[in-house]
Each structure stands twice: as structure tokens, then as C-alpha cells.
């Protein structure tokens, strides 16, 4: 059975750091992409950054030049480097990863910027 487990998040003042990270066990199939998503309270989860098996990442618009996404470990473990972290990014944190099998997701992690 797929696992993702993240870890990282808590509070931050803005303007401040975090590095959320998610491992994977389980697969029997290499990842093909793994991916951030949040959700923020009243709101829709949506897509924060994606990293595909070929190392090519894509940001959301609201993260870019703030937020950097990677991989090591064969594509079985991703980060999200979150600096200059600002009150709007507060939700909860997805991990995602994709194989040739189905779609899975993490239990999530809270990000809490504020004062």
C-alpha cells in the first residue's frame, strides 16, 4: 500500500521560512510527478507546485519566486522550500504523487503564517 507522509509545517511569522517535506513508500511503480496542493479554510485545494520525473517543476502564480519544490531519493521523497511565507499562504499542505497505477495523496500538514 501507498504512503506519503509530510512533515514540516507548523507556525511562522510572516515573512519567515518553512521546508515541508513528504516521503512515499510502497510503490511498486516509480512516481511520475509529485506535487504540493493546500487548502485554505471556506476554499477549493489548489495546486501549489509540481515536479515531474524529469526534474522540470511549475509554480502557482500566488508562490512563484517564494516557493522552490525538489526531489531526491529516486523521486520518492519531495520538499517545498517555502521562504518570505506571507499570511494568505495559511492551509493546509498536501503531498501528491502520481503513477502509472492511480493518484495519491498524504494526510496533509498545517502551515500557519501570523503575527
Known amino acids: 500500500q501507498v504512503r506519503l507522509v509530510e512533515s514540516g509545517g507548523g507556525l511562522v511569522q510572516p515573512g519567515g521560512s518553512l521546508r515541508l517535506s513528504c516521503v512515499g513508500s510502497g510503490n511498486e511503480y516509480s512516481f511520475n510527478a509529485m506535487a504540493w496542493y493546500r487548502q485554505a479554510p471556506g476554499k477549493q485545494r489548489e495546486l501549489v507546485a509540481i515536479?515531474?520525473?524529469?526534474?522540470?517543476?511549475n509554480y502557482a502564480d500566488s508562490v512563484k519566486g517564494r516557493f522552490s519544490i525538489s526531489t531526491i531519493s529516486a523521486g520518492n521523497t519531495v520538499y517545498l522550500q517555502m521562504n518570505n511565507l506571507k499570511p494568505e499562504d495559511t492551509a493546509v499542505y498536501y503531498c501528491?504523487?502520481?503513477?502509472?497505477?492511480?493518484?495519491?495523496w498524504g494526510q496533509g500538514t498545517q502551515v500557519t503564517v501570523s503575527s
Open positions: 515536479i515531474t520525473s524529469g526534474d522540470i517543476p
Open positions: 501528491n504523487a502520481v503513477d502509472m497505477v492511480k493518484l495519491y
